[in-house]
């Protein structure tokens, strides 16, 4: 361990680091003030052997699976719109081969599938003789009219004339109830993105009629 200095030499305030002599603030000031300087050593250094720099990036995140998944969440998170951009235009550049995968594993799933159908019926069958309230055209057509036939998260009507499908904001495996004050319309995309997420953990509520 390297030896500890009780004053940044820097700025000759408490040096609060556990080690080196400069301070936690000198160190931030000091990379920030760099960073630039920093990244254009990376990428130059990147392009020397770019095969080499890849395999060597895929080693460390092998090697380091919750730092690797930790640091992909953050970057979503930061660019989310970008990233959701990005992924759109991926699916429809390689549509036939999704569609393959999804096709192979629902074949090779079907048990899982079927289960899953199951519980969900019967956990709404459940819901519905508790709360003694069913779902029925004239309603669902009275809420659509309300969010003007868009999606109460993106706003956006259903892709490619999809109707807009029935969505609990409170997930009925976490507790939400069958309950219009629980129901609001969403798109496939959203319907799918959130699945049994709070809207806290989507990270979009739905908005007022």
Known sequence: MGRYYPTCSKCSESNDSASG????????????EHKKDRNAQRHQ??????E????ARMAWAKANPEKTRASQRKDRE???????IYLRAYYQENKPRFKTYYKRYYAENKLKFALYSHNRKTLLKRLQKESDWKI?????????TKY?????YCGKPSAEGARLTIEHVTPLSRGGAHRPQNIVPACATCNASKQSKTP??????????
């Not at 250094?45 to 770019?50: N, T």
């Not at 080499?52 to 395999?55: G, S």
């Not at 029925?136 to 659509?144: A, I, K, P, R």
């Not at 806290?200 to 009629?209: N, W």
């Open 21 to 32: 002599n400069w301070c936690k603030q000198c160190w931030r000031d000091y990379h920030a």
């Open 78 to 84: 930061r660019h989310r719109e970008a990233h959701k």
């Open 200 to 209: 806290e953990e989507f990270g979009k509520h739905p908005r007022l009629p």
């Open 52 to 55: 080499a720099a890849r395999a």
């Open 45 to 50: 250094k990147y392009w020397q052997d770019p």
């Open 148 to 152: 003007e036939n868009l999606c109460a």
């Open 136 to 144: 029925t055209v004239e309603w669902w057509e009275v809420l659509l």
